[in-house]
């Protein structure tokens, strides 16, 4: 043998040695995303408070900038003293506000924006859907969908033309969603609008859109749910176990609750582990919100009632409105369930309504799209027809309606979205004046078609008859809105019978908003009888004004 090949046969020998005693590529790749669910929690959390060390400084300050004006002014960290928060006079005069779910989720644009979270549920149908489309979660994580989030027809001034000519008074787009992608220009991630995909600040470009038209800017984050959103990914080899992208990822902590509550959403029955750090992380990314955008409402899911959460909710409640009283704001924040004292913010109800008056100022927040909050492609619609007669009876029973749309990736927002938005504000430019500025009366109304009460049911009412009528006031004016026209042009409205309530006076004049005939009436026993004109063009609703001799009582 020579020496040239007794030194190549050593090489040779060295590199298989070499190799045996170091793993390969592949096998480092499967260490690193192999299943972690069974890790304790805290090493989990551990893993995303190394990676967001980084932005330890900034969000130092924000906590400090907290903890201060938590206790300069009106309100304090505590429940006794955010239960003396007020709803603002522009809100209740507002009604109508547009929502908006957009994010990299519009990417895949499949089955909902929780695409994220169920691609790493094993055997969803988004699952099946992802893994046969973009390949296994070891090689195509929800990180791969953001370089194709581009947003290149984006255009914040079309899109707050649109909302001004719905008739919307407020404009609440998503800050951060469960997935852990801002859609703002934060100073606490890596993973930003502002620095990957769009490489822009795109509801900050909004925010002075929407306020340019004369529009309120609310805030919507869901960043207290990014905790456990993604736990499914924990459970088998997936991207979400790679220390790598844990600062995107987040702790994603097994979401831990009574599997006898539907839904989970008696947070008192939810255990899912919270470490301090991210709550005070979810902190800080509010607070930082509120320092650079100055929203008039703040918006949150269902999760900061959460046990572990409660604390740091009050410390921003106190902050958020504390520093809003100092730039001449008067904030609010929008809660659902019971995640907070019921007189420190206002109650929201999701795709739901209620059956009776609430004494208590409250909203719903419903969508366009019957499928998903953000967009899927084949989604389907409601008509603004349906819009307006959810408009008017949640308004009639003291509250405000928030609807939300979907818009593609590329930042358009789908044509039949557009139609029906227009619709509502083409309605609202004749009847605006009996939702404007209105408050409920003493009944809502009359009629036979009764609303199903509570969350997820705004779609299982049955169609309204031209015997349901709502009712609103403004100053001395009863505004009773007929949701349908009636047969033989002729109107009874039985809750004004000449017999009626006490609080009535006597009508002096009955007007149709957006016509110029006189109407003639009469008041019976059985009820206000108004004979109509032709029927003017096909409308979902018809307000009448109702103007008495004197004021009534409230």
Known sequence: MTKLTRTARNLSLLSLLLAAAMPCAT??????????????????????????SKYDGERNRLLADVEREGHEGKFRPDWNSLSAFEVPEWYKDAKFGIFIHWGVYSVPAFGSEWYPREMYRKGSEINQHHVATYGPLTEFGYKDFIPKFKAEKYDPEAWARLFKDSG??????????????TMYASGLSDWTAAKMGPKRDLVGDLATAVRAEGLHLGASSHRVEHDWFLDGGRAQPSDVNDPKYAMFYGPAQVEKKDPTEPGGNDLFDDWTYVSPKYAEDWLARSAEIVEKYHPDIMYYDWW?????????????AAFYYNESAKHGQQGLINFKYKAMEEHSGVLDIERGQLSEIRPGYWQTDTSVSNKSWGYIENDTFKTSGFIVHQLVDIVSKNGNLLMNIGPRSDG????????????????????????YGTRAWTVYGEGPTKVQPGAFHDTDTLNYTAEDFRFTTKGSDLFAIELAWPAGNEAVIKTLSSTGRPEMRKIEAVHLLGSDATLQFTQAADGLHIQLPAKPADAPAYAFRISFGGAMRP
């Open 27 to 52: 096998q480092l790749q499967a260490q690193a995303t192999a299943p972690t669910a069974s890790e304790r929690p805290e090493a989990l959390a551990e893993d995303w408070i190394k990676a967001s």
């Open 168 to 181: 919307a008074k407020y404009v609440v787009p998503v800050f951060e969603h469960h997935d852990g992608f």
């Open 304 to 316: 900061i009632g959460q046990a572990s959460v409660r604390p740091y909710l009050a410390k921003f």
């Open 412 to 435: 358009t927002i789908p044509n039949e979205v557009q139609q029906t938005l227009l619709g509502v504000g083409a309605w609202l430019k004749v009847n605006g004046d009996a939702i």
